[in-house]
């Protein structure tokens, strides 16, 4: 598929394919995605306003230039936030491709990363030279005001300029919580969740973590998606309950949606609200207990979105929607159209 | 008095006049407080006296200032329920007539008070709908000043800009109003202020209002526009 290259969160060209429920694939103009919302259909997405999580500077051991990508946190607590689990790049910057990027100095417990305004102790190096666990000097208050003066967001090198955090905050960004941003939440703005109202539907929304898609590494790749904190607010819960008495979809926005609300999931199929931490990889073999569609970016066949994709189309119809993606010219990546599997 | 336990506020021009007293009194009365201000030895000095408040150090009227203000903002209250866009430029002073006022001079007026609470409404826009949702209620209060009602000579630059703020208000209000997020545009009456003064030089301040009671006036109708009180 074509890289989407330019920071333009709701392009007016965008498109969406839609897989419907007797597995027909329809190509639509993606502002049409609301025409196809039933009365009592639960819109749910990520809220998460993404971190300035990339943050250069210096391994003080060595004087040698680095790049921190901040990859996950323990708790959305607004005062935790001296411990995160980072991704060391050495020299460079994002116009070279993570794949491309030199490894860090060797990096041992008890060393000091100058980031900025930032300083930070390596914790523990987590089995991989580019991985570790660190530890941020200071209050929380210090931590933020350091992140805001300091950090951008983490970079793509497909894209054609820098991104500021106005591009990556989403229109119903909230608590920032999130090292990428939950994209798939691009396509919502203002108008169009008056539009879901105009429609009978429902809109809520959940916290959480988005981690980092990619690191360019296949080793590092392989455990991706990191463990995930989220929170799922008692309101959505109810929204959720309610959806399936009236019969309802739960229509989750991006991948992240499908991963707190199965985690969240009971046996039986109810939604816990509240903090927790996404644990688990969905695939082909999950059980899906409370998400009945996605609205998702487009994935490439191999990345862990596409598999959670696989819980929710057999594999053939999935390949065949990706070829029409192909063959449709269809943009991927965070900025990039969308897929609506229902 | 209403105890505001638990309820998260943002407040811009934190550190003197109306906003240090709104600070005070949503400290003293429970409230997670946030404030803004753009000297770092008067954000650090209100904190001081004020423990609890988060100080964040920023500029409103500077459009790069304004994410990293947010995420601040957000992120040290884990949310937000009330945003009160305070921080207001008069402009160059001694005041003067509108075509004597350089176009400069209007265009930081209004980057002020304009720009800056459209900027930071719209970043916080996320925040304080899912407050809103969440039956926490949402409430933006942005500061009038009868100055953009009625045509003041001298005061052109302030009065077209508080003009435009309120209209605005009127406006998000009425989009808003199905997320549940309410907008209010108060105008607190002439205080006893620094920004007053520089206005009104050799105003006698017994016959001005004292911003803590303009704070306490405003919380009232802040408490009045939550759908009810929350606490954590």
Redesign the interface.
Known sequence: MIAADVAVQRPPDAKLLIVDSQRHIIHVPRTAFVEFLRPNDLVIANDAATLPASLTGVHEQTGKSIEVRLAGRPSLDPMDVSRFSAIVFGEGDFHIRTEDRPLPPLLQSGDTLVLGPLHATVEKVLGHPRLLSLHFTGTADEIWAGLASHGHPIQYSHMQTSLELWDVWTRIAGPPVAFEPPSASFILDWQVLAAIREHKARFATITHAAGISSTGDDDLDRLLPFDEPYRIPETTARAVELTRKLRGRVIAVGTTVVRALEDAATEDGHLRSGEGVAKGRIGPATRLRVVDAILSGTHESGTSHYELLRAFLEDSTLEEATHELIEHGYKTHEFGDSVLIL | MTDFSGLRVAITGGTSGLGLALVRELVSRGARVAFVARTRERVEQVMRDNPGA????GDVSAKHDI??????I???????DVLINNASELGPTPLRMLSDTECEDLEHVFATNVFGPFRLAK?L???L??SA???RGAVVLNVFSDAGASAYPGWGAYGSSKAALHQMSRIWHE??A??GVRFLSLDPGDMDTPMYHAAIPGADPSTLKRPAQAAHEFLEAIEQALPQMVTD
Request: hydrophobic share 35%.
């Open positions: 988060h100080g964040i150090v994410y990293p203000i947010a995420m601040q957000t992120g040290e209250l884990g949310g937000l970043a826009m996320g925040a709908s899912a949702r969440e039956g989009e808003h199905g997320e």
